[in-house]
Structures are given as structure tokens and as C-alpha cells.
């Protein structure tokens, strides 16, 4: 069957059979008019000549893409060169977004594998403990790391205390407390798939790769890392994927100079300057490159799996 | 060799990092709480323990904008996730006690399409929908937006229980001689209880926390208690709104709570006796 575990398990029975198109047609409608036809709608929108103040006009242009990559001079009539402003912004949402991603990895891992390796009553406690932040508003979190982060700041006040720096050191407002932002925004993202992924583990392959004399360091490395390495895709997908199109944390913890995505969006649809078609067309492009990421990595899945 | 086959699974300092982990998520969270609590009208300084700023939230100047909006967020949030919550358990028997069909993937994509498309791209695309049909922004456009990108969180849990529970019981239910509707009712119903509950719980939390969509569609005038906080954190982070942020994560961490345990008694229910 072409859908197998990515279409939600197979069916289990069909006692409801005759009651099916009844039982989904409230969820395709709602998501259907929603969520689906809105998407669309954003791409005839990004086809669309801008009206001042907000909205469209519904005649045919291709402004808001040219805006995008294509510099046409002041007045519109230059030859055409390539716009950098817009893809400068992706590209450091990209790089933003990769950084919080190693920084969730490399202290997911360990994390994931900790817990993994606890006795299994222990281990769902292990697990509700990292998911509660989760839960707890992105806002709130955002908000909570901009006041910990700040020059007076209680991060501050105990690194000066311990002795570790004499003055406060400049945080926020910069690239790195945007990546830290994200990190924390994330990170029970990395631990749980990776967390599953060692709990499925078989561990006598590391026993038998003692026994053939690797050091812990190459098992982890040549058999466990393998093994495991569903997961941390996975992982890596769910904390870069959100990071990409974010909006709290450069808002809030990059200020003004670091913009990304998400920020860029936002701006068409709400300040004066709104440019409707054009902030439809950077959300298609983002859209579009989050598509990428997630067939990439369903291909890296499926051929992890075929071996 | 029994010791080493231990041993061999712990890595010296992953336990430092696991620790530092909680630490990271933790610490920014203790410390708003910390000093939601503090005298002092600066965030700076600590100048003793006081309730000061929650009798504000309710009482200050500033308490009918908070207010309206929790009403605003609190009701959206039960309707919303009630709402989504039938259309995923009615959606989660379809797609498994539906047999297979056609589309089966398409439908499933469907309902995790909110989960896929980035949220600020779903914001922007319901707030072009709802241009596009000149709807007019405000309580109901919110609340729609909400019960669609809930789906998918309630639809989790629901279809994960409904997975466990084996097609016997509602068989046996029907051999003595129960129609399908009270078979689902009487016996399907009552099993899947659980994740209906974990599912509504998770459903509620995430409208509750809501910004970005809430942001984009919900027009002038109406404020939710998320888009309150972020207009007035955009002034700087005074000692009341670390007030509302405490009760509002308190108001989660007790939901995901009482979801964690739904969850836990539900599984002893699903285990078959004589297993094990």
C-alpha cells in the first residue's frame, strides 16, 4: 500500500462503513474552507496587483514575485539585476533557524538518550517533564526569555554574582538570543522523536560492538547513531521547520536589525506599508521551501528504511 | 559480563546535559513567576514578597482590558476546542473503523494540514480568505480559525487510543444484538473516553496560547489575553503582565496535568487482563 504508517495506519476495521463520508465530511469542510481553499487563495493573491492600504486588485501581476528577486532601479526601469534584500532575509531565517537546530541537537541528544536509558517506569516521568514547557504559551515563553536575557537581567545579575564576568553581557537584541529563543522554543521537539527512536534501540548491538572491542565513543558513533538516525532527522524537521516562518522571537528577542521570515510577512499584512500580494508571495516561498525540507527528508526516511 | 552490559549504556555527561536541559527549559519560566511576586514597581530590583500586582490584574486600571480579554480567550477556547474535538472523534471513526477507501491519504493529509503549513502561512492565508468573502474580522473569525488548526492536536490522542482499542468489543457488543450507533455509544464511546478528554484538554491549550493567527484575523477592537500580553510587552515587560503570564502557564501546566493522568488511568483500562 503506497500510504503504509504515513497515512495514519492502516484502517482496522470497517465497522462503520456505510457511516464514513458522514463521519469526515465535518473535518474535510471545516479544513477543506479553512485551511486548504485559504492556501490557495494566498497564491492567486500573490498573482495580484497590491492596493494601497492593505488588499488587491484583482488584475494579473507578476509585481510581487519581481519585487522579490529582481532589482528594477528606483524607477522601475533599469535593466534588471538580482534583488538581495528579500533572499538575504531568507537566507539568515535559514541560518538562524540551522543554528537553534544544532544547539537543540546537541543538547537534545544526550537528553533523549539519558531518558531513553532510565528504567521504564521512570522514563514517562522523564518525558512529562520536558514536554510541560511545550504547553505552556510560546508568548509567555518568549516573553519569559527576553526578561531572563536582558542586560539587567537575571541571567546577568548571576553570571556578575558567580563571578564569571564583571559587566553584564550584551544578549539580547542580538542574532545569538534570537537562535537561543528558538532553541528553547523547541527543544522538547528534538528529545521526544529522538527519545523514541533510542527506546525502540536494540542494545545488544552495542554489547556485541563492545565485544569487537570499539570504544564507547565509536558505538555511539558507527552503531547507536545509525541506528537511531530516524529520530534525529526527525527531530531536527520539527525544530527547524517552526524556526523558519517564527515570528515571537526575532520580534521580541531580535529587535529591529534582525529580521527574519516570519517578521517580514507580518509586515505586509499590518503595518502602512502593507503589500498584500507581496507578503502572500513570500509566504508561497516559504510555504514552498518548507515543502523541500519535508520531501527531503521523507526520501532520507524511506531510504534509511529500504536498507 | 553483566556489569559492563550496564554500562555500556551510559555516556559519562549526559546526565549533566539532561539536567541542564530541564534547567533551560525551566529557569526563564521560575524566574517570571519569581518575580510576578515581587513589592518593587521595577522588574530590576527585588524588594520583598507581595501580591500586589494579581490584586492589579483584577482591580488596577488596566483590569477591564484584561478582563475582556480572558473572557474572549477562555470562551473561544472551550468553544473551539469542543468544536474540534467532535469533528476529530467523528473524523478518527471514519478513518479507522471506516475501512479503506479512496482518498484515505488526501483525508489524512487533510486534517494534518495545519501541522504542515507554517503557522504564520495558515495566519495569512485565513485572513486572505476571509478578505476574499469580505467577511467582517472579530470574535467569529477568530473562533473559526481556532477550531480549524485545533483539529489535528485533539484529532493525536483520539486516533491513538481508538488504534488500541481491538474491533472484538464492539463485535461483541453487536452480537448481542446492539445497533452500531449504541454500540459506539455504549461500548466505543466510553473506551476511547480518554484521549476524548486528552484530546479536548490539548485542543483547549492550544487556542488558549494562540498568537499568530489570533493575531492576523482577528481585526481592531478585539483582543485575546495572548495579543493583550504581546501589545503591552511591545511597552516594555512591567510586573503585571508577569502576573497574567503566571496564572495563564499555571492554567496549562494544570491542564497538561490532568490530561497526563487521563492518559495514564486510560492506559491501565486498555490493558486486557490475563496480559502480562
Redesign the interface.
Known sequence: M??GA????????????E??????L???L???F??????F??LI?SFLTKEFRG?VIWEFSLAAYDQFFFDRGLFGDDAPSIEWTYINIFWRSIWQAGAATIFALL??F??A???A?RPPNSR?MWV??????Y???????T??????L?D???LNDFLMGIGIVDSPIHIINTDFAVQLGLF?SY??FM?LPIYAAVERYN?SL??AA?DLYAS?WQ??RRVLLPAVKPGVIAGCILVF??S?????APD?LGGAKNFM??SL??EQ?KGNAGN?PF??AA?MI??SL??IV?MLSARQQNKGEGV | MAQ??ED????P???P??L???V??????L??MI?SFNESKS??VWQGLSFKWYVDVFVGPESAKFKEAAINSFSIAIVAALAAT???T??A?????????RG??F?????N??L???????A??????F??IDFERGYLTIL??H???C?PFAYMPI?ARM?GI??TY??AAMDLYAN?TQ??RLVLFPLMLPGIVSGFI?AF?IS??D??ITN?VKGAGIETL?TA??GA?KQG?KPN??AI?TM??AV??V???IS?FVG?SGDKLKQPPGEK
Open positions: 503506497a500510504g504515513a497515512s495514519g495506519g492502516k484502517a482496522q476495521t470497517d465497522t462503520y462503513k457511516a464514513r463520508t458522514l463521519l469526515l465535518p473535518s474535510w471545516v479544513l477543506g479553512f485551511v486548504l481553499i485559504p492556501v487563495m494566498m493573491y488588499g543538547i537534545g544526550p537528553t538518550y539519558f531518558i536509558t514517562q512529562f517533564l520536558v514536554t510541560i514547557p504547553w505552556v504559551n510560546l508568548l509567555i515563553r516573553v519569559s526569555m527576553k526578561f531572563l536582558r539587567q537581567g537575571p528553547y527543544l522538547p528529545v542494545f552495542s554489547e563492545a564507547k558505538t555511539l521547520v517552526p523558519l516562518g517564527s515570528f515571537l521580541l521570515i516570519g510577512i507580518e499584512f498584500w507578503g502572500a509566504s516559504l510555504l518548507v515543502l519535508l | 559492563a552490559g555500556i549504556k551510559n555516556y555527561g549526559f546526565m546535559i539532561t541542564f536541559c530541564l533551560v527549559l525551566y529557569a526563564p519560566l524566574v517570571v518575580y522588574i530590576t467532535a469533528i476529530a467523528s473524523a471513526t471514519g478513518m479507522l473503523r471506516g475501512g479503506s477507501f484515505r491519504g483525508s489524512f493529509g487533510l486534517i494540514l495545519p504542515i503549513v507554517p503557522e504564520i502561512v495558515t495569512v492565508a485565513t485572513l486572505i480568505f478578505s476574499a473559526v480559525a477550531i480549524a488548526f483539529i486516533a488504534q481491538e474491533d464492539e463485535q452500531k454500540a459506539f490539548l491549550i488558549l496560547d498568537f499568530i492576523f495572548p500580553i504581546f510587552v515587560i503582565i508577569m503570564s495563564l502557564l496549562s501546566i491542564m497538561v496535568t497526563y495514564k
